[in-house]
């Protein structure tokens, strides 16, 4: 089992660009049996095996260590699991699928700004409320480790799989944590991103799992494919 | 009601002994002893204490949808038992068992022990019953002269009443108590809570209030669900009118030096007294009450090494009294506990009912043996 597995994106723009990447560092993916196939390989580097899985799935199971290299969003590294940034090295940023894990109220609120504006606000809701302040979100990681470190704690969240962007106005939460690339989604929707409420700045990245078994030979492959894609080998590596 | 106050006097040796001992404490004289199910509703954490706590949860789904959790703490589902009594006479309750808590390094499974005071008039007897329970259960565990931890969140509490802090800003400044860092930034907006905004015409409540329920409308905003309109432009109106919540430097100077109060227990008291005189403030209700609950710790503890900070506070909003924690040789938490009088409210009691209790780590004051048996 010296053969190390890399996943990559198996459909739309993602996939697009990954093999574009991949191709100008002179690392052509192929993928003979074409999009209903699953597997693939790089000419040339025998070394490697290559699968296609949604954006997802490949942060998952680097996470959990059944995948060694992947290609996928840091945003989803990081909902994977609580420490699931803690469980991988972000080998190297792409250059593309960026988008902003923001935080978005009501265009209404005109009281609010920033954070510090939103600090009080969850404060003075529940002094008032029975309820405290609810968060649409699916980002449940990145929101909670955000308020965390501005010092609130005084909300919940309500899961959002999906049109997160309406449940202010259904009624499901008074605010929202989504990803944008433009703006204009929340926007349509009469929200407005917090300036300091930016929580991360995603884009596709070279991730290597910590979880994975690596052996001498695995490593070795692991360097080829990180420094061919302009990724710097640091420190960090050693404890693979 | 004398929970705890029968002294374990057996010579218990083993771990397997020092179970039994701790069992029969837990439903010691006057203590019902009780045992909440493992299957909890998560939802009534997360209306409780929030995200925070909520992300310790160990969670799991019905095939209903529902979200359960597996017992995090005896608290919540003792207190809610408390509430469906049919009389609400003061009662004390005992537990023992598994608890669970997603912890950094994975879910984890440990034990509690505890008892929980509920609805007691005399709230000072209550916390000497808590200290009693406290002192035979060290005691079990041949831990004499533990180090402690006290604060108070009647005293913080207080004092912004006492110093005329603008009522606007007490439920934000008791959130983000415990939290040193966030009422840090929190201390420094007080003297110049808003950067300016530009307000361009300024607009009275009525007209604030008639444009932000227009656009509410437009963007299809309920307005009785959220953030009404009527608490959009009332706070819209505080940051315009920087001067009507601004708290004067002197007062925030004053928060700051009562909050870095800390250290031995002999030491801190005559701190506070200076405080008090300084602020030019008498020594009230809040600070007698505490110098009493001092002594009572000494009284009960008499080796212990008490600290207090008065910055300490477990940052769970219904505490309202008293809070310690009790630490073992490895710095890790043995026993926590103290008055959390806004709990059965919160959990939808009509009055207020006095709550004081405690929780024992079993696993690690078992550990504790181990470590002292070494030395």
Known sequence: ????????????????????????AGMALTRPGGARSYQGEIVGHDDIIVRFLSAGEIARELVRGNLDLGVTGEDLIHEAAENGAESVIFAKPLGFGQ???????????IDVSQMQDLSDVAADFCAHSPRLLRIATKYINLTRHF?????????????????????????????????????????????????????????????????????????????????????????????? | ????????????????????????????????????????????????????????????????????????????????????????????????????????????????????????????????????????????????????????????????????????????????????????????RLSAPHTQIDTGVVKTRQQLIDEITQKMH?????????????????????????????????KVELLRAFLAIAGPADEVLPKLENFYAMAQLSLGDAYNTFRKQIELFSQVLPKSKINIETAFSPRLHYYTGLVFEIYGNSGKVLVSGGQYDRLLQALGAQQKINASGCALWVNRLEAQREVEGKQ
């Open chain 2, 218 to 250: 437009e963007d299809g905003l309920s307005q009785d669900v959220g953030r009404s309109p009527h608490d959009i432009a009332e706070r819209f109106l505080e940051k315009q009118a920087l001067a009507a919540a601004t708290v004067s430097p002197k």
């Open chain 1, 147 to 240: 308020f965390a470190t501005h010092g609130i704690a005084e909300y919940r969240i309500v899961e959002s799989l999906g049109a997160t962007e309406a449940a202010p106005a259904s009624g499901s939460a008074d605010l929202i944590v989504d990803i944008t690339s433009t703006g204009s989604t929340l926007k349509a929707n009469g929200l407005k991103i917090l300036p300091d409420g930016v929580i991360l700045k995603s884009e596709a990245n070279l991730i290597v799992s910590c979880a994975a078994t690596w052996s001498k030979e695995k490593k070795n492959s692991l360097e080829t494919i990180v420094k061919m894609l302009g990724g710097e080998i640091t420190p960090q590596y050693q404890a693979l």
């Open chain 2, 1 to 188: 009601m004398n929970v705890g106050k029968e002294r374990v006097d057996i010579v218990v040796t083993t771990i397997t002994q020092k179970r039994t001992a701790l069992t029969a404490l837990v439903s010691s004289a006057g203590a019902i002893e009780i045992a909440p199910p493992i299957l909890l509703t998560a939802s009534d954490y997360f209306d409780l204490a929030g995200e925070e706590f909520g992300r310790r949860l160990l969670l799991t789904e019905g095939a209903n949808g529902k979200q359960y959790c597996l017992r995090p703490d005896f608290t919540l589902p003792i207190a809610q038992h408390h509430l469906t009594r049919k009389n609400a006479s003061p009662a004390a309750y005992g537990y023992l068992g598994p608890v669970f808590r997603q912890r950094k390094s994975g879910p984890t499974e440990f034990e509690q022990a505890g008892i929980e005071l509920l609805g007691h008039v005399d709230a000072h007897k209550a916390l000497a019953n808590v200290l009693d329970f406290t002192s035979s259960a060290l005691n079990i565990y041949d831990i004499s002269a533990p180090r402690m931890r006290l604060g108070c969140i009647a005293l913080f509490e207080t004092l912004l009443d006492e110093l005329q802090i603008p009522p606007v800003w007490h439920p934000r400044l008791r959130r983000r108590f415990g939290n040193v860092s966030a009422m840090d930034a929190l201390l420094t």
């Open chain 1, 99 to 109: 988008a902003d894990v923001v935080i978005a109220v009501p265009e209404a609120w």
């Open chain 1, 1 to 24: 089992m010296s053969k190390i597995v890399i996943a990559v994106p198996s459909k739309g723009r993602l996939e697009e660009l990954t093999r574009e990447v991949f191709a100008n």
